[in-house]
Nanobody
């Protein structure tokens, strides 16, 4: 079983909200930066948000600014992606990834572990 498991995806109407969860098994979760990526139909996988061990948030996706937020709970080994005011362009498979360092990176090849993804579909 993958050490990274996402959940919370589903079908939502435009303007709706979803909260994705990413649970990372194992120790040292508090030492890792965690990123969320997404891959829409026919598109490349792109970085959405990342949270460092200190809680600093990095985003590389203009469309996510102001609508998406990321947070972490080191007691539960979980990272959350809160998505508000969703749009059809947000339709994608959302992936959580673990970076075995404390600070964020926005290139997918830098990440060490990936989950299987959770589908988010936003209807018009």
């Amino acid at each position: 079983q993958s050490p990274v498991v996402e959940s919370g995806g589903g079908l939502v109407q435009t303007g709706g909200s979803l909260r994705l969860s990413c649970v990372v098994s194992g120790s040292n979760f508090e030492d890792y930066a965690i990123g969320w990526f997404r891959q829409g139909p026919g598109k490349e996988r792109e970085a959405v948000l990342c949270i460092s061990t200190s809680g600093r948030i990095t985003t590389d996706e203009d469309s996510a600014r102001g609508r998406f937020t990321i947070s972490r709970d080191n007691v539960k080994n979980t990272v959350f992606l809160q998505m508000n005011n969703l749009k059809p362009d947000d339709t994608a498979v959302y992936y959580c990834a673990v970076l075995r360092q404390g600070y964020c990176a926005m290139f997918r090849y830098e990440y060490d572990y990936w989950g299987q993804g959770t589908q988010v579909t936003v209807s018009p």
